[in-house]
């Protein structure tokens, strides 16, 4: 378990030390009690021995007892999705910029 953000990965290894999931950037979103993440990885394709193309995940923390435990997560599943979540946002954010003037 981690205490800190900074300790938070989605590196992940097996009982024999293959690195399965590889983080390749994180972004902290929010800090505190309640953290949220933002992290590009790859998966490991056990048949070829390669990481496959990059994926990305959203992740919610909670801090309990010193240790930030992981509460829920979203797992983008595609570059094409990731962009539609981007696009939508970017229209909202700018209907919601002009509501503001």
Request: hydrophobic share 40%.
């Amino acid at each position: 378990m981690a205490e800190t953000i900074d300790e938070i990965t989605m590196t992940f290894e097996d009982e024999e030390g293959v690195l399965l999931v590889k983080e390749l950037e994180k972004v902290v979103l929010t800090k505190g009690a309640w953290a949220t993440l933002m992290f590009k990885y790859q998966n490991l394709d056990k048949k070829t021995g390669e990481f496959g193309e990059p994926k990305y995940a959203i992740r919610r923390y909670q801090k309990v007892a010193g240790e930030y435990r992981s509460k829920s997560k979203f797992n983008i599943s595609s570059i094409k999705q990731a962009k539609m979540i981007v696009d939508a946002l970017n229209t909202w954010i700018e209907a919601d910029s002009k509501e503001e003037e």
